[in-house]
């Protein structure tokens, strides 16, 4: 199996800039989307960003032209480098993986998620 652990949130004034990183640790073929979701206390996980393997990108409207996601496929990691904060950015970020495994005899493609990490914009 993979896990993800994720890193980088904390507490930041509007306009700032924060960098979260995820790292994937585990057994895995191969490791294909991955992506950062979030969510505030009473909505939905909402979509932020993702990225393939080999480096397409899709990203929410709302944080086009400030967020950028990146990969580094040697390290397992994904990053997310976030500027221009605004409060509603303030959520808990998860990152999420799409992954494949040997289990039980035959090929699996799996997803997983990280524990989360808190973005606190204060405006």
């Given at each position: 199996q993979v896990q993800l652990v994720e890193s980088g949130g904390g507490l930041v004034q509007a306009g700032?800039?924060?960098?979260?990183?995820?790292?994937?640790?585990?057994?895995?073929i191969r490791i294909n989307t991955m992506g950062w979701y979030r969510?505030?206390?009473?909505?939905q996980r909402e979509?932020?960003?993702?990225?393939t393997s080999v480096?397409?990108?899709?990203y929410a409207d709302s944080v086009k032209g400030r967020f950028?996601?990146?990969?580094?496929?040697?390290?397992n990691s994904v990053y997310l480098q976030m500027n221009s904060l605004k409060a509603e950015d303030t959520a808990v970020y998860f990152c999420n993986a799409d992954?494949?495994?040997f289990?039980?005899?035959?090929?699996r493609?799996?997803?997983?998620?990280?524990?989360?990490?808190?973005?606190?914009v204060s405006s």
């Amino acid at each position: 199996q993979v896990q993800l652990v994720e890193s980088g949130g904390g507490l930041v004034q509007a306009g700032g800039s924060l960098r979260l990183s995820c790292a994937a640790s585990g057994s895995a073929i191969r490791i294909n989307t991955m992506g950062w979701y979030r969510q505030v206390p009473g909505k939905q996980r909402e979509l932020v960003a993702t990225i393939t393997s080999v480096g397409s990108t899709v990203y929410a409207d709302s944080v086009k032209g400030r967020f950028t996601i990146s990969r580094d496929n040697a390290k397992n990691s994904v990053y997310l480098q976030m500027n221009s904060l605004k409060a509603e950015d303030t959520a808990v970020y998860f990152c999420n993986a799409d992954f494949v495994s040997f289990l039980y005899g035959t090929y699996r493609s799996l997803e997983v998620w990280g524990q989360g990490t808190q973005v606190t914009v204060s405006s």
